[in-house]
């Protein structure tokens, strides 16, 4: 079931798409994109942070006209705003990941597709507008060989590798739901390999992470990954200044600040702290990788937080989610405007007309209450 135009319109912030969005999931699948490591402090810590930080405003600059356009990775996009790599599509909508990319594309942003996809990576790759992939490196390594040889022939332009999951954090929300994969659903690309790890489905992520991702990836490995094609290659998961400065050596072209949704291990910080360490760390060097974010945004002052600590480009994991829950392709257009048009009021109000506009000078730390 998915929400009218007009009952879409009515949405306004991104707690109310998820409280929509829960009364249409079945709660093991609600749980499953909710739920975040084991005590979840990290969960809640990603929205908290960026509390820390108030907005010093300029007054008297002409913000008459406003642009949102930027690029990342030397792809133009309309705003800085892009997808996150998020699995099971099809938990929250029949077209899957389909879907989320018409979304995507109908705004002019740019969607990162999860290997953990419940549609192929062609089938994404078949709407138009830019993409990335998100990639997990696998034990076999002639099974990650391929993945990006299929990218590469769909016509991504980058390559994203989650670099935070060595293990499968405890997401104890979703066990304690006995989330399952409903029949007929599937991770799409990697049918075969899954379903001789867990044939009915089951915890199969759990199962098949725990039997294929490579633990023993290193910095070393970077390397020959990006031998494998002449895509860009970013890196997922890092938070610290000297991992970024690796990164970049390593040839990186880009990084995310990412914790994994909070999803991994608990007790790591939220990204908007990690962020200013990470964009501080490679801003100095030649030619630094692009530094974006994800996890806790759920507003446009949101963005314009991270933008200003360092950020080209933002992700959107779970309102992304919740969107496509309530209204498939038409919500997650909707979330991006919405989120859009938060940015733009933030930078009028700001004195900013365009997002290259937005310093550091605009963020400062707030007292403690």
């Given amino acids: 079931m998915t929400l009218s135009i007009d ?6 912030t991104v707690d109310e798409f998820e409280q929509a969005a829960r009364a249409i999931l079945p709660t093991p699948s609600y749980d499953y994109y909710r739920s975040g490591a084991d005590e979840e402090r990290t969960l809640r810590r990603n929205r908290r942070a960026f509390r820390r930080y108030q907005l010093w405003y300029r007054v008297l600059v002409d913000v008459s006209q406003r642009t949102l356009a930027t690029k990342v990775l030397g792809t133009d996009v309309a705003m800085p705003i892009l997808v996150a790599p998020t699995a099971y599509h099809q938990l929250a909508h029949a077209e899957g990941e ?27 790759a078949a709407v138009p507008g830019p993409k990335w992939f998100q990639l997990y490196v696998h034990r076999d390594r002639g099974l990650t060989r391929s993945l990006v040889d299929r990218a590469v022939a769909a016509g991504y332009r980058a390559l994203v590798v989650t670099v935070d999951t060595p293990v499968l954090g405890r997401r104890l929300a979703a066990e304690r739901s006995n989330f399952v994969l409903p029949p007929g659903l599937h991770m799409a ?21 725990a039997s294929r991702h490579d633990a023993s990836l290193t910095w070393r490995d970077i390397e020959w990954l990006r031998s494998l094609s002449s895509l860009p290659v970013v890196l997922k998961g890092i938070v610290r200044g000297d991992d970024a400065r690796i990164a970049a050596e390593c040839g990186a072209a880009g990084i995310i600040v990412s914790n994994h949704g909070a ?3 608990d007790g790591a910080p939220a990204t908007i702290e990690a962020l200013p360490e990470v964009a501080e760390a490679v801003g100095a060097m030649r030619n630094p990788p692009e530094v974006l974010m994800d996890g806790g945004i759920r507003w446009g002052t949101d963005i314009f937080k991270a933008l200003a600590l360092g950020a080209r480009a933002v992700l959107l994991g779970r309102p992304i989610l919740w969107a496509l829950t309530v209204g498939g ?14 940015l733009s009021r933030a930078m009028a109000l700001a004195g900013c007309a365009s997002v290259t506009a937005i310093d550091r000078g605009l963020v400062r730390p707030a007292p403690r209450e």
Avoid: F, H, I, W
């Avoid at 009952?7 to 306004?12: D, F, G, P, V, Y």
């Avoid at 389909?98 to 994404?124: F, I, P």
């Fill in 98 to 124: 389909v879907a989320t990319a018409r979304g995507t594309a109908a705004v002019g942003s740019l969607m990162v597709v999860s290997t953990l996809a419940t549609r192929t990576l062609e089938d994404v």
């Fill in 189 to 209: 690309n990697l049918k075969e390999a899954a379903q001789a790890v867990a044939p009915e489905g089951g915890l199969a992520l759990a199962a098949y992470v």
């Fill in 7 to 12: 009952a879409l319109a009515r949405l306004q």
């Fill in 263 to 265: 999803r991994q291990l």
């Fill in 329 to 342: 392709e038409a919500g997650v257009q909707r979330m991006l405007e919405l989120m859009a048009g938060e």
